[in-house]
C-alpha cells in the first residue's frame, strides 16, 4: 500500500506521511509515560528549571573538554538551536579556570546561501553565534586556538577529514526541529527513487556532511525563532552534518527546551527511538539505533497533545 502524501508539503517526506497508530500512540503520552520510555542505549532526563536545564548543557562542553590532552584530544559537536547554553560554557571556563586548549569543538551546521556558506557577518551565521556567544568570551589564554574549530563549510573535505583526525568526539549535542531534524538532517523529497518510499534507516544513514535542501517547515520555523517571522530571510539550503559523523560520536544528546518542537513533536521522536522505529520520514528517529542516546527535557516546556482553541 503506497505511502500517505503529506499534509504538510505533498512534494516531500515527513512524520505526516508514517502509520496513524504511532501518531496516536506518541500523542497519548503524558509526561510520566515519557520518562518510563528510557531502555538500554536511550535514557530520557527531565529538569525541572530552564536554570537547570542549561547549565547540565552547558556543563556537557566542561565534562566532555576537560578530558581532552595534548596526546589525546577530545571535542563536541554542538548546536545553535538552543544557545543559552553557550553563554554559560564560556563562564565555567573562565570562572573555574580551565584551560581547554587541547580540547576541539565541531558546529553541527550552517547556511548555504549564493553558492557558498554564508559569510560570518551574515546575522543568521551560525559560526557567527558559536563565536560571539562562546568562544570570544573565553579567556584568550584559556580558548583552543581557531585550528581547534571545525565550521562546516560548502566545500566539506576539510570538516569532514577533522572527524578522522584523531579527535575523539565525546558527545554531539542537538535540538530538535519542527521537522524533527538534529542538525539539518531534514527528511528528502519525495522524487525520484524516493518517490513512492523514503530512504531505508541503512541508505539514510550513509549521508555525511552535505550540502541540503530544506523542508519548508524547516524555514518556517527557523523564521519564527531566529528571524522575527521573516520567511524571506531564511536561505532554503543548509550545510548539514550528517549520520556519518553522528555515529562516530559517543553519544548522541538532545535537549527540548519547549522551543523549537511542539509537544506532540517531543513525544514523537521519543516513542520512535524507544521502541526502535527507525523511519527515515522522521529522521531523530534514525537515533534508535545509536547505542548511546539522551533526551532531556524541561519538564515546562513539555506540554501537552490535547486540543485546545486560542
Given amino acids: 500500500m503506497p505511502r500517505k502524501l503529506s499534509s504538510i508539503a505533498p512534494g516531500w517526506w515527513d512524520y505526516t506521511t508514517i502509520d496513524d497508530d504511532i501518531i496516536e500512540a506518541a500523542a497519548r503520552l503524558t509526561p510520566e509515560n515519557m520518562l518510563k520510555l ?92 558559536d563565536r560571539e556567544l562562546c568562544f570570544d568570551r573565553m579567556r584568550k589564554e584559556l580558548r583552543m586556538p581557531d585550528a581547534n574549530l571545525h565550521f562546516p563549510k ?46 531505508s534507516p541503512a541508505e539514510y544513514r550513509k549521508l555525511a556532511t552535505r550540502v541540503v535542501d530544506l523542508h519548508p517547515l524547516t524555514i518556517a520555523q527557523n523564521a519564527r525563532t531566529s528571524g522575527g517571522g521573516n520567511i524571506a530571510l531564511v536561505p532554503t539550503k543548509a550545510i548539514s552534518v550528517g549520520p556519518v559523523e553522528t555515529w562516530k560520536a559517543e553519544k548522541v544528546s538532545i535537549w527540548h527546551a519547549g522551543r523549537h518542537d511542539n509537544p506532540f513533536g517531543q513525544r514523537l521522536s521519543s516513542f520512535m527511538i524507544s521502541r526502535r522505529i527507525a523511519d527515515a520520514s522522521v529522521p531523530m528517529s534514525l537515533l534508535a539505533d545509536h547505542p548511546n542516546v539522551q533526551f532531556n527535557f524541561y519538564r515546562g516546556g513539555i506540554g501537552r497533545c490535547e486540543v485546545e482553541m486560542h
Fill in 38 to 129: 528510557s531502555r538500554p542505549g536511550f535514557k530520557v532526563v527531565f529538569y525541572d528549571t530552564l536554570e537547570e536545564f542549561y547549565l547540565a548543557e552547558a556543563l556537557e562542553y566542561i565534562n566532555a573538554w576537560i578530558q581532552s590532552t595534548e596526546d589525546n584530544p577530545v571535542g563536541i559537536c554542538g548546536p545553535i538551536g538552543p544557545t543559552e547554553q553557550l553563554p554559560l560554557v564560556a563562564r565555567l571556563v573562565n570562572e573555574l579556570n580551565r584551560n581547554v586548549r587541547s580540547a576541539h569543538f565541531w558546529g553541527m551546521d550552517e547556511w548555504f546561501l549564493d553558492g557558498r556558506e554564508v559569510p560570518v557577518s551574515h546575522p543568521l551565521s551560525f559560526e557567527r553565534a
Fill in 154 to 199: 560548502a566545500d566539506t573535505s576539510a570538516y569532514r577529514k577533522s572527524w578522522d583526525a584523531g579527535v575523539r568526539c565525546a558527545v554531539m549535542q542537538g535540538g530538535q526541529g519542527d521537522v524533527k531534524h538534529w542538525a539539518f538532517n531534514d527528511p528528502l523529497p519525495r522524487k525520484g527513487r524516493f518517490k513512492n518510499q523514503p530512504p
